[in-house]
């Protein structure tokens, strides 16, 4: 290690102000950062006591989201590594490209979106797309409102949405099925797999897919949405961490099997089925609970859970599109300021009055 | 006139009233004849279209009307409107207008049936709002030919078939792939409309027919 | 603009051949300096929804300039004569006879883009642009320069539309007015951009670049956004 620190040093004056390479700073700095902690240390209070800081979250993020990553490569082959590559070298090469322009550090704000991206694309998608894909969602989805901690909107899902509408005809004839026999894909790259409908556009036409699969996962869908025990695995995982929030999860969840079971006439097996297919799960553990896209009042993160599960039932049940779970968070996103707005000024103008 | 004086503000407006509309009505006298020729040309190309009655691509208005009215009789048989052309190669073709809801919007179309009614000549779909790139591809060349020679009706009945899983049959046609519901609600509104002719035709049909 | 020189201009003829500038300016300031789209953010409902298509752009670009001209025109004609308490109803009446009027030409002359268009011309009469100018410009000024004014926001509109009909006609179908631009051998058409969160989208980013050449909103973003 210490060879490693001593070469930094010695670089380091070339990319302080007035170095040959001062413009590539981010760069030096994110590679300081990533052997070593930075120099920079916060000197004024208040000082938070706390191991958890931003990286140590991803990291627990990205553990949590490896038995999805697995799932997907088990039954969709090796070339969803292809697309977990192509999600990195694009989306890392745009952070380190805008924090180059705005002459800030690069952010590790990309690494749990690079994971999440492939996850929530069809497995068969064409290389190009996903990167096409992973440049909108962290150029218009993150860094034009000026880079991690300050988006709106969850940069995967913006991306997804963005091919979901540009490209329909690749995205939907990228749902392949799944390998089967117990070495599902892993030894094959997969390209020549069949394409086939989601068990959500099937159910329209009255085929539900038998449950064990959905828990299994050797169902076609969105490469990391399929197995429900991986999901499982790692979403209680962060919730138990308390990376991801019991609310949220708890909220979205609920809501959308209450309102499912109305919609049903109350028929409990119907309402577990949606419960499994498609995006819902993974949406509720991995998508939602973003910390920076979800409110930080617990009563707001009750009221975007409750948005984001009443939403997915409605678009599912009752329009044209088969899976409503990526609209419906980004629509909670859209809310998830002013509802932290507004309960701070509820419990605001309650503690006046108690003091009144 | 005082021009705060409420009379004042009344006779202005009349009579800005009674220019605008002096000059609306003259535009629209003068445009008239054209508009309605448009509108029917509109239509008349369409019917022209699915019945493969050769039409030069840049005819104007007039020029349409022209070739529909020498070439195409309005037959009401059964209660149902239809347009009769005696193709030159492919014997008498009628043509009839069907509509029904499609997945975001109404669609409207003609079929187009030859002599035998048993055989499609055409299917068109002249007016539709489905997703642009899936459901919006049923107004593709490539999927309107595939009807052509199709049968509405077999020995299992009667009813064309949009499925998913390769056409075999002669009553089948490839849907669009991703685009189930649009390729679903089509399959609907054709098989009513053609329940509704075979009806007519004296065959047994599900479906009593309208009027006739 | 308040160096008089002593060159013609549009506007000068009727101030006794002194040009105070006013012309070139108001010309100026609806393009570029007040664009209504761009910097006024106005009449982005049309904006949004014609643009899918070069050519449907540029007709709607010309229906508003017909209508802003003559509305502009005849707005501050009678400006001195209008009552104020109706003033509105009198512009709105104005608006609304350019606006069928262009309508009913486009339906008898030029019918498959009537169609294309839709409601989107006769909707025109709902414009801020049109409404906002009649307002703010056509009555304090005279008709000439009013004129003027009204030819500007319509070009400063138009151009706008034209651009990004031009952008999501191309990322659309890969060509542009019946041109093939980009081989569909390689290029896969984005449908994206002829839907209308398309629209969104290339505004959204040709606004950006506006006012990264105009270098305008740069202090208000630094200094107040927390």
Known sequence: MRLVANMLDRARPLFEEGGRFNLLKPVFDAGDALFLSPLARTSVAPHVRDPLDVKRVMTTVIIAVIPCILASVYFFGLRMLAMFVVSYAVGLSIEVLSAIVRKEEINEGFFVTGALFPLILPPALPLWMVGVGVAFGVIVGKEIFGGTGRNVFNPALVGRVFLALAYPRAMSGAFVEPGSGPLGRVTQYAVDAVATATPLAAAKGGDFAPIPNLLIGNVTGSAGEVSSIAILLGGIFLVAVGIASWRTVFSMLGSFAILSAVMHGGSLEIVGWHMLAGGLLFGAFFMATDPVTSPMTNAGKWAYGIIIGVSAALIRNLTGYVEGVMFSILLGNIFAPVLDEAFIAASLRRLREQKA | MNKKHSGYAILYAAVLGLVCALALTGVDRFTAERKAANAQAEEVRNVLGVLGVPFAAGASAAELLEVYESNVRDEERNGREFFVFDHPSAGELLATRFEGPGLWGPVEGFLCLRGDRETIYAVSFYRQEETPGLGGEISSDAFQDQFRGKKIATAAGAGIRVVADGADAPNEVDAIAGATMTSDKVQAMLNETIEEIVGANGRPARRGSHGG | MADKSPVACVTCVSRGGVCDGKGIQTLKDGVWASNPISIQILGICSALAVTNRLENSLVMGVALIFVCVGSNLFVSLLRNVTPRRIRMIAEVAIIATFVIVFDQILKAYYWEMSKQLGPYVGLIITNCIVMGRAEAFALQNRPVVSMVDGLANGIGYAV???????????????????????????????????????????????????????????????????
């Open chain 3, 160 to 226: 706008v539309l034209a651009i990004i009909g031009f952008f999501r006609e191309l990322a659309g179908t890969g060509g542009v007015a019946g041109f093939q631009i980009l081989s569909l051998d390689w290029y896969v058409p984005n449908q994206l951009a002829v839907l209308a969160p398309g629209a969104f989208v290339a505004l959204g980013f040709l606004i950006a670049l506006f006012n990264w050449l105009s270098g305008a909103n740069k202090e208000e973003n630094e200094g107040s956004t927390p």
